[in-house]
Every structure is written in C-alpha cells, then in structure tokens.
C-alpha cells in the first residue's frame, strides 16, 4: 500500500496519463508503484517493470540522469544473484557507456 492504494491499482492510471501525454504525472505514480513493488518485495526482487516503464518516461523527458539513477535503485534493492543479465543491467550499461 502507497498512500492508502495497492500500488497494483496504479496500473490503469498511468496507463491512462501516458496516453494522455500526461508523462510528469504518470511518472509520480510510477514511483508510488515502484516504491510500493519494493516493499511488497521484502528483501527479495522487486518487480522490474515499474522501474522500466519509469526509465522508458525519464528518457521519453530527457532525463538521462534520472534515468540511469531510478535503474541503479532496482539494481542496489535487487539480491546479486538476479542482477547479472537483467534487462535493467543491460539498460544501464548501454547509458553509461555513452
């Protein structure tokens, strides 16, 4: 629960807000669902599309540095073992080596 919702119940609302061209918007709801996937994931993996999809809006804004700082927040939260050859990874890498 984030602010009184389960993050899940998010979904429909960005989705609506992207649509809309609405993107700041639908990237604070994103970070309700991402920090409500994180604490929905103890100290297990939290749920990597909310992170995608909020990196898929910062580069949509020109965002680069929020970017790569939201994937590096899945990666620091995710255990060592699921890091490797996550598409996550894969993304920072190829920001960061430009």
Same mark, same amino acid.
């Given at each position: 629960m984030v602010d009184g919702v389960h993050y899940l119940e998010l979904i429909e609302p960005i989705k609506q807000l992207k649509r809309?061209? $609405?993107? !700041?918007? +639908?990237?604070? *709801? @994103? /970070?309700?669902?991402?920090?409500g996937a !994180? =604490?929905?994931a103890g100290r297990g993996m939290p749920a990597p +599309? /909310?992170? !995608?999809?909020? +990196?898929?809006? &910062? @580069?949509? *804004? =020109?965002q680069k540095n929020e970017e790569i700082a939201v994937?590096?927040?899945?990666?620091?939260?995710c255990p060592k073992? &699921? $890091?490797?050859?996550?598409r996550i990874g894969e993304r920072l890498a190829k920001l960061e080596a430009k």
């Open positions: 809309e061209g $609405r993107l !700041e918007e +639908a990237l604070v *709801l @994103r /970070y309700k669902a991402i920090k !994180e =604490g929905d +599309a /909310y992170t !995608e999809q909020a +990196a898929i809006i &910062h @580069r949509k *804004l =020109g994937l590096k927040r899945w990666l620091v939260r073992a &699921h $890091r490797n050859g996550s």
